[in-house]
């Protein structure tokens, strides 16, 4: 099982060493490349230990960075005031170009999600900088993040809504320029700022959502939520969010709505990894059958499943789900 949903993930990077959202084939736009998602998918790859297809995919999002790194200039000499002056989520996986489209592309979390991952593995000697172009635009990004003043900026946010303050924003940036601090300079205030404005925040997501599968990443991969903090978001997550075939994304999701909250499957292997890094053997089985009993009869997560119980959506398999199993059988 572990080897087919590898496999399973594979088909979804392109030769570009990025990958797509889901099948390179769909015509929901996730044949394209987020930031968000390629960090989740190299989680995948990293607990397989495939450290040269990982390399290949952190690499090209600093590719993807460096090709647009005017407009991170921009961004750092002036506070963006629009939407379309933040760094984009979304890029063409072959050209690199952004989508323009409007799409919430306001997602401070994703340039969090890149500076942790690349800190966290260089901290393990999994060499991802290559060179001093890769070094500056890091060093840019924290930059960025000092810009926009990440602790209380309104962004779209994981799920790419309306802009709020949202804490996994602000957590995954806090997290980041933790682990990146080791490599480039990062002032110390501008990580105090971040923990000061999550405390605050937490255990909520923001001033509209008090309950959200997306606080999940504070604990992991992140883990920076406190023990008090961690076991709020569990028991808020498991009490109101949890669903037969997945996790509602937060209360009065309207997303493909289809009487009710759909239940998005990447949160049942979120859980599974989560409770297994905690030594709770009940839990981690709970939710590992939960996540395989939402696979279809070729091993693929779907996006997410129709509440009214109609099926699943276009996305399958979602490479973030996907992705989360893989690492759920081996972290």
């Known amino acids: 099982m572990l080897n087919q949903s590898l496999q399973i993930l594979k088909l979804m ?33 990293e607990a397989m230990q495939k450290y040269m297809l990982v390399k290949r995919t952190l690499r090209a999002l600093l590719d993807i960075l460096l090709k647009h ?13 629009h939407g379309y002056q933040y760094i984009h989520a979304r890029y063409d996986p072959i050209t690199m170009e952004e989508i ?13 999600a890149l500076l942790f991952k690349i800190g966290d593995l260089e901290g393990k000697g999994i060499r991802i900088i290559r060179n001093g172009n890769d070094l500056r635009i890091l060093q840019k990004l924290a930059n ?55 405390n605050n925040l937490l255990p909520h997501e923001s001033e509209t959502k008090e309950v959200d599968m997306a606080l999940l990443s504070l604990i992991y991969p992140y883990n920076i939520a406190t023990k008090e903090q961690r076991d709020i978001i569990l028991k808020n997550v498991e009490q109101k969010l949890v669903k037969e075939k997945g996790v509602v994304r937060y209360i009065g999701d309207k997303y493909c709505h289809t009487d009710g ?4 499957t990447m949160g049942l292997p979120w859980l599974t990894i989560i409770y297994k890094q905690l030594n709770k053997p009940d839990k981690h089985a709970f939710y590992m059958r939960k996540t395989m009993s939402a696979m279809n009869e070729k ?23 996907q992705a989360l199993f893989v690492a759920s059988l081996t972290d």
């Not at 394209?32 to 390629?38: F, G, H, K, S, T």
């Not at 303050?165 to 990580?191: E, M, N, R, T």
């Open 261 to 264: 909250e759909a239940m998005w």
């Open 13 to 45: 990077q392109y030769p570009t060493g990025l990958f797509a959202a889901s099948r390179m084939t769909v015509k929901t736009g996730y044949n394209l490349a987020w930031i968000r998602d390629n960090i989740y998918a190299s989680i995948g790859l």
């Open 299 to 321: 091993g693929e997560l779907p996006e997410l499943y129709y509440a009214d119980g109609s099926g699943s959506n276009e996305n399958c398999p979602l490479a973030w789900s």
């Open 100 to 112: 323009w489209e409007q799409w919430g592309n306001k997602q401070n979390d994703a340039i969090g």
């Open 144 to 198: 960025y993040l000092q810009s926009i003043e990440y602790w209380n900026d309104k962004d779209n946010g994981m799920w790419e809504e309306n802009e709020e303050v949202h804490a996994s924003s602000i957590g995954a940036c806090v997290a980041g320029l933790k682990k990146i601090s080791k490599i480039i300079d990062v002032p110390q205030d501008l990580i105090k700022n971040g923990e000061n404005a999550l």
């Open 69 to 81: 790194e005017y407009k991170i200039d921009w961004a750092i000499r002036e506070k963006p005031k």
